[in-house]
C-alpha cells in the first residue's frame, strides 16, 4: 500500500503542473500581440461591419481608376502607427496625379511609377465593380470589389492582435469572393 501512495502524488503532482502550465500557456498567448493589417468594410443599412486581417507588412491596393479607365496600384507598407504609401504605378493618368514626385526606382512594363512615401493613419477607400478594386499581399489577391456591395467603405489599418482576436476574425484570403459567409 505504501508503493500506491507515492505513485499517486506523482501523478497529482504532474498532472498539477500540466494544468498550470497550460492555464499559463494560454493566457500568454492570449497577451501576445501579433502586427496584423486589418480590413474593416463598414456595414450598410444597420448590419455589422466585416472585418479580416492579413499578418503580412507589404500590400498593395489596385483599382481602375473612374476617369481614365486605367490600372492605378498603390503600394504600402505597414508600420506600428500608420500606413506608408511607398510607391504609385499608373498606367494613364491625368490632372491630380502627382507628377513633381521622384521616379520610382523599379518601374514597371507599361507603367508610370513614383516614389511617394507618406505616411497615413489609415486608408478610407470606396469600392465598386466598376473600379475592380483588390488588395495583393503576400501570394494572395483578394478581390474585394466581388465582396461586398457597391461603394462600400474599406477602411485599411494597422492593428495588433492578441491569439483570441485572430480567432475570432477572418484572413482576408480565406474570406469568400461573393460576400457570403
Known sequence: MTNKQPNNSLWLSTGAAFIAALVFFTLWMGFVLQPVVEVRIKGL??????????????????????????????????????LLLTTTYFEAFGAGTPSTEALAPIQKPGYLGYQINEKLPNLNWIVSRLTKGEIDYGDHRVLIHQMVPDYSEV?????????????????????????SR
Not at 45 to 70: A, M, N, T
Open 155 to 179: 477602411v485599411i489599418m494597422p492593428k495588433t492582435y492578441g491569439l483570441i482576436d485572430r480567432f475570432k476574425k477572418d484572413l482576408c484570403h480565406e474570406l469568400p469572393s461573393d460576400g
Open 45 to 82: 443599412e444597420g448590419s455589422g461591419d466585416k472585418v479580416c486581417y492579413f499578418v503580412e507588412p507589404d500590400f498593395q491596393l489596385r483599382w481602375i481608376h473612374s476617369v481614365e479607365k486605367q490600372w492605378w496600384e498603390e503600394q504600402y507598407q505597414r508600420e506600428s502607427d500608420g
